[in-house]
């Protein structure tokens, strides 16, 4: 579904310690995020997060600005 998005730049799935992992990806422009986080992906994600995802909130899912990229 990713590859259907050319609005998504990047994404990577990361581990940030043994027992927690995230989702980063990366858009062009606002309306390009707002639309994957409006989109089928997510909504998927959010549908099964509670089954599989242990201690998930849908507030876990934050908007942010990258600041520097190289």
Do not use: C
Request: net charge negative; charged share 25%.
């Amino acid at each position: 579904m990713v590859s259907d998005k050319p609005e998504t730049l990047s994404w990577y799935a990361i581990k940030l310690d043994n027992t927690k992992y995230a989702i980063f990806d990366t858009f062009a422009e606002a309306t390009g995020r707002d639309a994957h986080l409006t989109g089928k992906i997510a909504a998927a994600l959010l549908e099964k997060a509670p089954a599989i995802l242990k201690d998930f909130e849908a507030s876990a899912i934050q908007n942010i600005d990258i600041l520097a990229s190289k």
